[in-house]
């Protein structure tokens, strides 16, 4: 029986090409479980339920704000007023609730209705005053957000908000932290928004090729609007996280909550180029993050040493994608 020479590299190319691919599509998900195997043979109290259920109460807040990160990021940008807007939203809604005397609901309502308007504002200056990058307008609204929740408060905290507000951030189901609940409530709304609506398929290609996406007719500016304001709602929502979880709103609440937010969804595999990233790949870049504290915590490694990990790991992601856009630009 003869056998063609030519067949075997053909089909060991054809396997290496398979191994990279299924490596960018699962890198993520490996890496997490590597990384909880690792933390499991390191600590015994890792793989525990109470503390895979504390893992998951505290990826919530990271996780909603990352899901709004990734639609920026999709549309190559980004938005570094995240954490700002999380504790002027939530700031507001004190004033409202704790100090005024208003309805939960209405204060709800508010902390979600600012986060948008900050977000909507993101998008109009970056579109309507044609500034060169969502960096500077982002950066601008990041300072504007914070000032004014210091001035509306004086610069001290609010406390002591009624159980309907806390429910999000501090009610369990059972064993399940209902912020976690609500997370993928969030993520499955929007992988349907992102794959099954017309919007959701102008994100993708308005970070993807924007040219030829302004050539077909597809209002960009519009679709910017929109991607800005989500991420401004999201931002919000978890702020509203925030507050159930320490009863408390503050002005300098969600400190570098936007670096974490980029991490979660860079790591995920979206890109800083646009047009890539994943609503699950986010999700679970998100719970990388949060093993990781947990983990380092557990191991009793200082905040400071902490700080550190994280922005090794933070440089890493950014790295990855460009070795992943360099080897794609080599294949074609």
Known sequence: MSTNPQALPADAGTRKFRIKEVLQKLGALISLVVLSGILTYLSPYFLTMDNIMNIARQSAINSLIAIGMLLTILTAGIDLSVGSVVALSTCVMGILVVKMGMSPILGIIACLGIGALVGCVNGLTLTKMSLPHPFISTLGTMNVARGLALILTAASPISNFPWSIQYLGAAFWGPIPVSFVL???????FHVFLNYTTVGRYIYAVGGNPEATRLSGINIDKVLIIV??????????????LVGRVNAAFPLAGLGYE??????AIIGGASFLGGEGTVWGTLIGAMIMAVLRNGLNLLSVSAEMQTVAIGIVIILAV???VLRHKAAKKAK
Do not use: E, R, T
């Not at 997370?183 to 709304?189: H, P």
């Not at 670096?259 to 979660?264: G, V």
């Open 259 to 264: 670096f974490d937010a980029i991490a979660a």
């Open 319 to 321: 790295y990855i994608d």
């Open 228 to 241: 800005y304001s989500i991420s401004g709602f999201m931002a919000a929502l978890g702020g509203l996280v």
């Open 183 to 189: 997370v993928l409530i969030v993520y499955g709304l």
